[in-house]
């Protein structure tokens, strides 16, 4: 198949769709950790540390990417830490997903029934115990589908770091359009792809629901 | 070093003022809009009207698989091919509409499917019909019902204005970078722009709980 001929170079549109598909990949796993380590934290009664935690997460929510993205990009530098572009953008991605992350779990913390933390206590587990054999399985299970949604609306947000000059799969169109003078081709090949990134990210919650749900039967 | 730059964005501040309100008036305009449209599209997509309602499913299904910058592209760049020319905020604007107009949609239906039968069936009973039994009984609750999701989504839209700044829309974040890049004032420009982002969300947060709360006196 010629596809020049339409407009196309599959070649650089598949790099820019691994651009993509890697920094998100990064980002979202560094974010479940970053955002669930956040929600612990926000349950402890450490003085000042949950109202800060509270308003640090209502201005990162409030904050489009594309301008997180800037400001990683420009301040850290400006601190006196070199930063790459790859770098910043995980680091601006990462810092964008954790705080939803974050308010996704304590939404499911704040549901689970206590009657369940009484019993464990009554049975002599202690808190790590709790947590990690009683609390997290359950409300895990709860949220899955809430924290992929986060990571498809990050996939949705991710060309924004294009802004800081990389040139993942929204900005691989743009520019193969720019060249061959015939936008709209590459950008509905681009399309397609995130169509495919997303479609294979909520395959993977499908399987990971009924591996779960075999696994309580 | 910090307060050289705070005393050079205040000299500015005018500019990030108009970018600011730039920001406004698009979220603003598209937000409205994107209510309307959203408004529209559910009452299609609830009718009869079989062949239309599964068209516009698949156009809200493509709308939630597509990148908001992406879909910008494709009116910015596609349009003038089908000999439609706009300038870069009219495109902005359409891109916004259509977007969040079909999330717009997709929450209000999911809304409308999960409201009590019961409402629908006694205003059949006292004779209300079609588009005035959406209008009477049917909306009114699901805008109350569907106010924390709907305002989230104008959040969203106030977010993806941001993006318009990559096909030259002169808003916050265009303002904040190109004081940033003039004066290499990153910190104070970027932490500017951050906080009007802030300010303008909470209002709207502000605004859906006061809302809420009127409804719910006279419920």
Redesign the interface.
Request: aromatic share 22%; charged share 5%.
């Given at each position: 198949m010629n596809f020049t001929q339409w407009g196309l170079e599959p070649g650089p549109l598949l790099l820019g769709a691994l651009v993509t598909l890697g920094l998100t990949a990064i980002s979202i796993a560094l974010g479940q950790v970053v955002g669930l380590g956040l929600a612990l934290l926000r349950r402890q009664q450490w003085g000042l540390l949950s109202p800060l935690l509270a308003a640090y997460i209502s201005v990162i929510r409030a904050t489009p990417l594309l301008t997180l993205a800037l400001a990683v990009f420009f301040i850290t530098p400006a601190l006196g830490y070199d930063i790459s572009a790859p770098a910043a953008a995980i680091l601006a991605m990462t810092i964008n997903t954790s705080a939803f992350n974050c308010e996704i779990w304590r939404g499911g913390f704040a549901q689970f029934p206590r009657d369940q933390l009484d019993a464990a206590k009554a049975g002599g587990m202690g808190a790590t115990l709790r947590l990690r054999r009683i609390v997290l399985p359950q409300v895990g299970r709860q949220v899955l589908p809430l924290l992929v949604n986060e990571m498809t609306i990050l996939i949705k947000n991710s060309p924004a770091v294009a802004v800081i000059g990389i040139v993942e799969l929204t900005r691989t169109a743009v520019r193969i359009g720019a060249n061959t003078y015939r936008p709209l081709p590459p950008l509905i090949a681009a399309l397609v792809l995130y169509i495919l990134i997303i479609w294979l990210v909520v395959a993977a919650q499908r399987y990971l629901e009924r591996h779960y749900k075999a696994r309580l039967t | 070093m910090i307060v050289h730059e705070l005393v050079v964005a205040w000299k500015h501040i005018g500019d990030l003022l108009d970018g600011a309100a730039l920001t406004v008036v698009l979220s603003v305009v598209a937000g409205a809009s994107s209510l309307l449209l959203g408004c529209g599209l559910t009452l299609v997509l609830m009718s009869r009207q079989r062949r239309l309602a599964s068209v516009l499913r698949g156009f809200i299904e493509?709308m939630r698989?597509?990148?908001?910058?992406?879909l910008a592209?494709?009116v910015y760049?596609?349009l003038p091919?089908f000999g439609l020319r706009m300038s870069n905020i009219q495109s902005g604007l359409l891109a916004l509409l259509l977007y969040h107009g079909a999330y717009v949609a997709q929450i209000l239906r999911a809304g409308w499917l999960a409201r009590p039968r019961e409402e629908i069936e006694a205003g059949l009973a006292f004779g209300f019909r079609g588009v005035l039994l959406a209008r009477r009984l049917i909306l009114p609750n699901l805008w109350t019902s569907c106010a924390p999701a709907l305002g989230n989504q104008m959040?969203q839209v106030?977010?993806?204005?941001?993006?318009l700044?990559?096909i030259a829309v002169p808003e916050?974040?265009s303002a904040?970078?190109s004081l940033?890049s003039n004066y290499y004032i990153?910190?104070a420009a970027?932490?500017s722009?951050?906080f009007f982002?802030?300010l303008?969300?909470?209002v709207i947060e502000l605004g859906v709980s006061m809302l809420r709360r009127k409804a719910e006196r006279f419920q």
């Open positions: - | 493509l698989c597509t990148p908001f910058l992406l592209y494709l760049y596609g091919s959040i106030v977010k993806d204005t941001s993006f700044t990559i916050l974040t904040a970078n940033q990153p910190f970027l932490f722009a951050v982002y802030w303008i969300c909470v």
